[in-house]
């Protein structure tokens, strides 16, 4: 509760994508939300009422991880937290990521990072730094991106630990079954345009085609507006990032030799939660997620991004 009196929301959108039945399955994702779900109830303080999970399994799941249904799950989030001051908002996000031509004037020759939601309308970097800069003055959004090329997620977002220093991880466990969350961009390009019939290299053609209004700010905005957007005033403060790897590296999607499946990443932050039951700083628990996955011979380094006063906070403000 801050001074005036007002309660400090805790709020969270969770989302898991196993894209079931298809050639991309995952099957790690949905557990992975459902575990952070049980570690914000019992250890952050976070309320039932104050989360959405959104997930592809089971089959009838009430609200599909869509691109549209995540993107206003996340603005109900940002719609609530306009009230107050010093709201904690989290996002956790399995499943696929990817890597698309940048639209940027001033990239080029550069490629930025996307989410994939199970109708591959995509949610790229853009999208998460628009949502960043709507947050009133004082309230935070963490987000755990447990994805393939997850380094980058959110526009401009300042690196704090980022390139990994090149030391070799042990091999792998034998019974340890691995796949990628990885979509090559041209897996993403094909499947789409198996969808609109259209003969075009041009992914944004193809996402506005299929979803109109909902696709991706990157795909609706002209060039220049979408610099003027990404130049605007921020709370430079507000966004911080825990990827799962770095933008140019895959993360693990396992199953183990019980059958449990998870997020490899994910699971690292499990394992170090559980070992420490104080409080951590973001960049603490980044750090010990790294070396929980080099430990068992993961190829992958989870980097955050966020303010140099963000790395030193508590994550999620524990209680």
Do not use: W
């Not at 894209?19 to 952050?44: I, Q, S, W």
């Not at 089971?58 to 107050?84: E, H």
């Not at 790294?290 to 068992?296: D, G, K, T």
């Amino acid at each position: 509760m801050d001074q005036q009196g007002v309660v400090k929301r805790r709020l969270a959108v969770l989302v898991g994508c196993n894209y079931p039945n298809t050639n991309n399955e995952l099957h790690g994702c949905v557990n992975d939300v459902l575990a952070m779900k049980e570690t914000l109830l019992t250890r952050f303080g976070f309320k039932q009422d104050d989360m959405e999970v959104l997930t592809d399994v089971p089959a009838d799941s009430k609200l599909k991880p869509t691109g549209a249904n995540i993107k206003a799950a996340l603005r109900r989030m940002v719609d609530k937290a306009q009230t107050g001051s010093e709201n904690i908002l989290f996002f956790h996000y399995s499943g696929h990521g990817t890597r698309i031509p940048s639209v940027k004037p001033a990239r080029p020759f550069k490629q930025d990072e996307a989410i994939v939601p199970c109708d591959f309308n995509l949610i790229t970097d853009v999208d998460f730094r628009e949502l960043v800069n709507q947050l009133p003055k004082g309230t935070s959004f963490t987000m755990i991106s447990d994805s393939c090329h997850s380094g980058g997620l959110i526009d401009k977002e300042k690196e704090q630990i980022g390139p990994f220093s090149g030391v070799r991880s042990p091999a792998m466990e034998t019974t340890t079954i691995t796949s990628s969350r990885a979509l090559p961009y041209k897996e993403v390009l094909d499947h789409l345009s198996s969808l609109t019939g259209i003969s075009t290299s041009d992914i944004g053609t193809h996402l506005l085609e299929l979803f109109g209004g909902d696709a991706g700010l990157k795909f609706r905005l002209p060039a220049m507006d979408l610099m003027d957007l990404l130049e605007r005033e921020r709370h430079v403060d507000s966004g911080i990032l825990l990827s799962g790897c770095q933008a140019d590296e895959t993360s693990a999607d396992v199953v183990s030799g019980g059958g449990k499946a998870y997020g490899a990443f994910s699971n690292a932050i499990q394992s170090v939660l559980k070992e420490n039951k104080g409080a951590l700083k973001n960049k603490e628990l980044v750090i010990m997620a790294r070396e929980v996955l080099e430990r068992l011979g993961f190829q992958q380094h989870p980097c955050l991004y966020c303010s140099d006063q963000n790395a030193d906070a508590t994550f999620l403000s524990q209680p």
